[in-house]
């Protein structure tokens, strides 16, 4: 069965169907070693294999077990914190770079699913819904921000526009990104994966790292076997555990939830989001939702801080779902699953090397499917010799958590209250 070792999901219930892959049960050596088979670590076999590169993947459980294989499947633009907040942190010249990334991913991710022929539900077109003047006004200054940067495909709506793309009159306005869009997320995974094994690449599924030895040429071991590698590219995000203890304590693993509903009739699908683009509100705890290829709704929303898996999502999701759309009240809930993304106190991704040949990315803070795709190529380059660009992603700087492990995870939800108050009232 295509769900075989999967979390229940939508995405695991419709996944494309793919052969077993191996556990690694000896030693290889090879030019790098990839830990983790989402977006972040395939997109970077991918490139470095398109570079000639040998590469050996490892993956803990299943290809897009995590995030990638589980979040709401939208191609969202720029990052968790926008260009504004890089250009206040980082130096001029690297916020150049960053900035000119920023709309990479989704030409990367187009480019890989017409080159390789990924059956993933791709569709264009993705809308941010504001709900007050405030965020109205903050979506202004995003698009000639975006704008400033060399992205012109944007179009602000107001109360009219957005209702014609979405039957919902909780917004007064709103912005379209016309590049952006949605796919079947384990799909893009899956096809990426195949991508990978056709230009040679091995990927081992049901294969943690439990241990690296450091050197010159770094050793991984996994309970079954070792790979012996130049370079070793750390790309477990939110699943990575304590295998590199220097980056457990600057980032935090949290949990967002998503349900899918029966397949609505067409009519009724079109009536809700005409235009069949993917949306995604302006506030702090957000929600997002589309339409699937099979015409049900996809929706999510919030963040459960530390990872934990709620007992009841349908319960915290339907009703966020019924105040936007109150016509699905009788609709069934089909599935409901919960994943977990990686979260670092700047909300800026975390990328660095440790000694000369072990890289690292993570912390895509939710917005990962874009900017995963870009890691992969920065970090190829980087690989390759080329690290301007890696350099540039390196210099932002991260800190730990305020209060540790311990209590990471009540201060960071006592901050979401005092965020989520002001997107009710307004502030």
Not at 115 to 128: A, M, N, P, S, T
Not at 363 to 387: D, F, P
Request: with cysteine.
């Amino acid at each position: 069965m295509p769900n075989k070792g999967y979390p229940a999901s939508y995405y695991a219930a419709t996944a494309n169907s793919a052969s077993a892959r191996s556990e690694l049960q000896d030693n290889k050596q090879v030019d790098v070693c990839v830990i983790g088979a989402g977006y972040t670590g395939l997109s970077t076999a991918l490139f470095l294999l398109e570079k000639g590169y040998s590469v050996v993947v490892l993956e803990a459980a299943k290809v897009g077990f995590g995030a990638s294989g589980r979040n709401g499947g939208q191609i969202v633009n720029s990052y968790s914190r926008d260009l504004d907040s890089i250009e206040r942190t980082a130096s001029a010249a690297a916020a150049k770079l960053i900035g000119e990334m920023a709309f990479e991913g989704g030409r990367i991710i187009r480019e890989r699913v017409a080159r390789y022929g990924i059956q993933c539900d791709l569709k264009d077109g993705g809308v941010f819904a504001a709900f007050n003047q405030k965020q109205m006004r903050h979506l202004e200054t995003q698009k000639a921000l975006w704008e400033r940067y060399g992205y012109p495909h944007l179009e602000l709506l107001d109360d009219q526009g957005i209702r014609q793309v979405v039957a919902c009159d909780r917004y007064i306005g709103g912005m379209l990104d016309k590049h952006g869009g949605h796919i079947h997320p384990l799909n893009l995974a899956l096809g990426e994966a195949a991508a990978v094994e056709s230009l040679g690449g091995a990927i081992h599924e049901h294969s943690p790292a439990i241990r690296i030895e450091r050197g010159e040429t770094p050793l991984v071991h996994t309970p079954m076997g070792t790979v012996r590698a130049k370079f070793v590219v750390v790309a477990g995000n939110a699943y990575l555990g304590n295998l590199v203890p220097e980056l457990a304590a600057k980032s935090m693993p949290c949990g967002t939830q998503v349900i899918a509903t029966e397949p609505l009739t067409e009519e009724l699908a079109h009536s809700l989001l005409p235009q069949d683009y993917c949306v995604e509100d302006c506030n702090y705890l957000l929600d997002y939702y589309r339409i699937g290829a099979d015409k049900r709704l996809i929706y999510g929303g919030g963040v459960v801080y530390g990872a934990r898996d709620p007992a009841d999502i349908e319960s915290i999701i339907r009703p966020k779902m019924l105040k936007t759309f109150p016509q699905l009240e009788k609709v069934k809930i089909d599935y409901a699953w919960t994943g977990n993304f990686l979260l670092t106190l700047s909300r800026l991704p975390q990328v660095g090397r440790l000694g000369s040949n072990i890289y690292y990315s993570q912390g895509c803070s939710g917005h990962g499917v874009t900017y995963t795709h870009v890691a992969g190529k920065v970090l190829a380059e980087a690989i390759s010799g080329q690290a301007e660009r890696f350099d540039a992603f390196a210099s932002l700087p991260h800190y730990p958590f305020p209060g540790g492990q311990r209590f990471q995870v009540p201060l960071s939800a006592l901050g979401a209250m005092y965020y989520n108050l002001r997107d009710r009232l307004g502030f």
